[in-house]
Structure formats: C-alpha cells, structure tokens
C-alpha cells in the first residue's frame, strides 16, 4: 500500500470513529444510556455495527471515550475566541481563560444533564475499576493544563488533576438526584476556591442595566 493510500485510509478511520462518538453522544443524550443499543449507534453514524465494536470495546468505554471528545471540544470552542486577536472577545487575561474553563465544562450538566449524569455515573463506577484514559480524555487534560500555565502554575500536571477533579465534583452537585444544589451557588463556590470573579466568563450572572 501506498503511503498516500495508507494516510487516506488513516482519515477515514478518523472520520468513522468521530461519527461513531458524535452519534453516541446524540443519542444518549436523547435517550439515556440504557436505551440506546450499539446497533442504534451505528445506525445513526452511518456505518456497519461491527465497525463500532471493531474501535470501542463496549457502549460503555464508547460513551466515556465518545464525553471526553464532546467536553475537550465543547472546551477548546469555549477558549478558542479568546486565543484570536481578531475576534473581539479575545483576551490574554490569564482570570478569564480560567473562568471560560469552568463554566464551559461545568456548563454540560446545566445543558446536557442526562449526558453529564452518565458520564459521572460510568466514571465512578468503571469496569475493571480503571478510569478509562483515552487520547480524547488527555486532549482535555491538554487544554486545562494550558489553562493553568496561562496563569503561572508550577506544576500544571499536578494542578490540572486537582482542577478536574473540582469540576466533576461541582457537576455532581450539580446532579445529584433529589439534593441539585443550585448551579449559581456552586460557580460561586468554585470561583472563590480560584480567586476569580464571579463577573468573569460566559455564565456571569446577568445584572440589568440602571436606568
């Protein structure tokens, strides 16, 4: 095979597996886990059900897989405005990248709450007892870890686990069933644990102009 033909075929196997996990995303988020098959899977991302579980070892390590690409991306578009100085939101302030962080991922159990309670719920109890760490699960790590050396950390490794650590618990509590704590209440929880105000960032609370 050529190494013109091989990178094509590189391409499309990339593609397949971005349809596989945009789909599984669609659907649980519609559905809920239980009711979506592998098959369905499939269906909708418009390729063969063996395809599926010729890349995913299972729904279950298919959706984790499938929410780390949807939070690294949901993140990335976040803090992409941010990075162009042609784009009027953008911004070197290193309280802000912060702020847009947080929000963006905490974010998901406001807008996507049978999602994000999936998610969770496969972190924390995972087959095998091991938390799944795919490329799409570093790619979020990548960008976090960006976040904090914006703002000087030491040891952005060390602080970014302990950041994703605050913002899984902040959508648990989010989530919980039958004790949701109000989101506002822990974007200011979180805030305060960073120094940052609470003005910042795209989920700042609305105040009505005077007058």
Known sequence: MSPRRAAVNEV???RSRERIMQAAVELVDRRGFTKVTLGDIAERAGVARGLVSYYFPGKRFLLQTAMHRHMHLTLAAALRPLDDPANPHYS??????LATAIDAVT?????????MRTHLALI???LDGVFVQDEEQ????RLLQEVLRRRGSADPGAEHAVLRSAL????IGMLLPGAEAPPELIRADLFARYGLDTALGPRAPHVPAEG
Not at 92 to 97: I, K, R, T
Request: hydrophobic letters at 45%; charged letters at 20%; one cysteine or more.
């Open 12 to 14: 499309m196997r990339a």
């Open 92 to 97: 070197q302030d290193p309280d802000l990248w």
């Open 107 to 115: 974010g998901l159990a406001v807008d996507r709450p049978t999602l």
């Open 124 to 126: 924390l109890a995972p």
């Open 138 to 141: 570093q790619e979020l790590g």
């Open 168 to 171: 899984m618990g902040a959508c």
